[in-house]
Every structure is written in structure tokens, then in C-alpha cells.
């Protein structure tokens, strides 16, 4: 089993910065890829960012790409998603996700945007960028 928490979130002016970690805990040698999803109030979730524990690539949403960075820290089972410029916009709660089977490996970006290639998820952080 593979455990999830999210940190950092908060109240943010449109244009400024923040970082948030997926903590993860548990049989971490077996996550493949960690991905970070978005879901604003009466909206889907929607795909932000992913990186891959092989190669360490990392994908991007359209709308964050430029502004957005997700990277990790092996020894201490972290993954972070550095958030700048920040908008209106971006205002959700920010979850982030393990693939604990290898969907992401096999399939890419399909599963890698996806929350079918997740096996594990945190609970969220909410992050609120005022005007």
C-alpha cells in the first residue's frame, strides 16, 4: 500500500508563488509515476502535472506549462509542484496521485493525464489565488 499527503496549499495574490509536496509513505519502491490533479467547485478534475520515478520526465497541462514545474526528492519520498505566476484560474484543490501498477509506464501520457492510471491518492490541498 502506498499513502498520500498533500501540503503547502493556501491564499495566494494573483502573480505570486507556491510550492506544494506529496508526501508518500508505504511500499514507495513500487510508484511509478506520481501525477498532480486539480478540481475547482462544479468542475471535473483535471489533469495539472506528472512525473516518472524511472527517467524522471515530466508532462504538463497546457494551461500550466511555463508556470508550473514538478519535480521530486528520492530520500525523502517527496514530490513537489512549484506553482508561479499563479492566476485565478488555478484556484482547487490540488491532489496528488500514485501509479502503483505501471499504467503510466505502458501507456504514457494517456494514462499519465488520466486519473485511470493512478492507483493511490492524497486527500487534497486547497489553493485560492485572489485578484
Known amino acids: 500500500q502506498v499513502q498520500l499527503v498533500e501540503s503547502g496549499g493556501g491564499l495566494v495574490q494573483a502573480g505570486g508563488s507556491l510550492r506544494l509536496s506529496c508526501a508518500a509513505s508505504g511500499r514507495t519502491f513500487s510508484i511509478y509515476a506520481v501525477g498532480w490533479f486539480r478540481q475547482a467547485p462544479g468542475k471535473e478534475r483535471e489533469f495539472v502535472a506528472a512525473i516518472t520515478f524511472n527517467g524522471g520526465s515530466t508532462y504538463y497541462a497546457d494551461s500550466v506549462e511555463g508556470r508550473f514545474t514538478v519535480s521530486r526528492d528520492n530520500a525523502k519520498n517527496l514530490v513537489y509542484l512549484q506553482m508561479n505566476s499563479l492566476k485565478p484560474e488555478d484556484t482547487a484543490e490540488y491532489s496528488c496521485?500514485?501509479?502503483?501498477?505501471?499504467?503510466?509506464?505502458?501507456?504514457?501520457?494517456?494514462?499519465?493525464?488520466?486519473?485511470?492510471?493512478?492507483?493511490?491518492w492524497g486527500q487534497g490541498t486547497q489553493v485560492t489565488v485572489s485578484s
Open positions: 496521485a500514485a501509479d502503483g501498477l505501471g499504467r503510466t509506464v505502458v501507456a504514457g501520457y494517456v494514462h499519465l493525464a488520466s486519473v485511470n492510471g493512478y492507483d493511490y
